[in-house]
């Protein structure tokens, strides 16, 4: 069956350090991988994008990996601050074009100063 | 990015009773919205897919004739509850994307919290 599954529900760190947080689906195929943040109450935002083809994407303090054979992607907030405490949602989309992307059930990271 | 706006961003209605909820795409031509319903600590579930001008698609389990869609053009989706149940209680998200291309973003709507007495 398809899955796609983030590596836990919650995700607690110390502020200034890095936050790594891990997405693996299965049974998809994924032309593009988007990553997306929600705050309580709040719908997502979009974060960053990576295609199938590329390895790392950079915005500023984050970092997106993408690796198809292991079928996972990672996300990466450096020095982070209290104020990136939300949770985050990564997406897949199988480019067709469209269709809806494919969430998973997200991690809510919380930073602590 | 664009922006999408919805309305209400609450409402509150008592049992057997509909409720229309707007998603507007303000600077973007919408090809394609989706609705999606998302309960407490859980994923976004993707309702529906709807592209103007034709007919929404319903993923399986969604009551289509319970949820009525209509995109009547490239800047306005509604969706609306008809007879309303304390089941449907929930924090409803519409999202719009360019649907002539792959690999866009999808631009989220600030939500509708729905409270069914």
């Known amino acids: 069956s398809q899955k796609i599954e983030q590596n836990s529900e919650a995700l607690n760190i110390q502020e200034g350090k890095t936050a790594t947080l891990t997405c693996n689906y299965t049974n998809y195929s994924p032309a593009y991988l988007q990553w997306y943040r929600q705050d309580p109450g709040r719908g997502p935002v979009f974060l960053l994008l990576?295609?199938?083809?590329?390895k790392e994407k950079r915005k500023e303090r984050l970092k997106v990996t993408f690796d198809t054979t292991l079928k996972q992607s990672l996300f990466h907030i450096t020095a982070s601050q209290p104020a990136d405490s939300a949770t985050y949602l990564c997406?897949?989309?199988?480019?067709?074009?469209?269709?809806?992307?494919?969430f998973g059930k997200g991690t809510t990271l919380s930073v602590s100063s | 990015g664009a922006v999408v706006s919805q309305h209400p961003s609450w409402v509150i209605c008592k049992s057997g009773t509909s409720v229309k909820i707007e998603c507007r795409s303000l600077d973007f031509q919408a090809t394609t919205m989706f609705w999606y319903r998302q309960f407490p600590k859980q994923s976004l579930m993707l309702m529906a897919t709807s592209n103007e001008g034709s007919k929404a698609t319903y993923e399986q389990g969604v009551e289509k004739d319970k949820f009525l869609i209509n995109h009547a053009s490239l800047t306005l989706s509604t969706l609306t509850v008809t007879s309303a149940h304390p089941e449907d209680s929930s924090f409803y998200i519409c999202s719009a994307r360019d649907g002539r291309t792959s690999g866009g973003e999808q631009f989220f709507g600030p939500g509708t919290r729905l409270t069914v007495l």
């Open positions: 990576i295609r199938e083809n590329e």
């Open positions: 997406a897949l989309d199988e480019g067709q074009a469209g269709t809806a992307l494919i």
